[in-house]
């Protein structure tokens, strides 16, 4: 049996999830119809990509009388921090810092997610080391990328 994965899924996949899991289950007409105002997709398109996500196992159908109800197989918060994971697993350790304070410059974030991400940084503060070891090359061998 699979599992959801949510590193496997599209960038328009992501649009209907994103769709999905602000109305926690939608019926495909609503999706179709809140899609459509997003993007100019036709039907037949969202449809497929609705069957995409049901064959991922990242929605599940409920029959409810002559219409099925898509929801969500695995949480937004999971399928996040799944595709961050992946991607900075593809970084060199050294840099992933840099690539952070890049993403902070330009993203919009409100007062009190700057509030908890100054105390994360506090108490990280803490405990990080003076330099973080680059992990391009095998260990013990000249790292001259960083």
Known sequence: MK????????PAEWELMRIIWTKNGAGSSEVIE???QKRSWTESTIKTLLRRLVNKEILKTVKDGRK???YPVIEEKVAMNENV????DHLCN???GKVIIELLTKLE???SD???LQK???EKSKTAPEMVECDCLPAGMKNECC
């Open 34 to 36: 809140l899609m459509q």
């Open 85 to 88: 994971t992946e991607l900075f």
């Open 109 to 111: 974030l409100s007062r």
């Open 114 to 116: 700057i509030e908890e």
């Open 68 to 70: 099925f109800i898509y």
């Open 120 to 122: 994360v940084l506090e």
């Open 94 to 96: 050294m840099k992933k």
């Open 3 to 10: 599992t959801s994965d949510a590193t496997k899924m599209s």
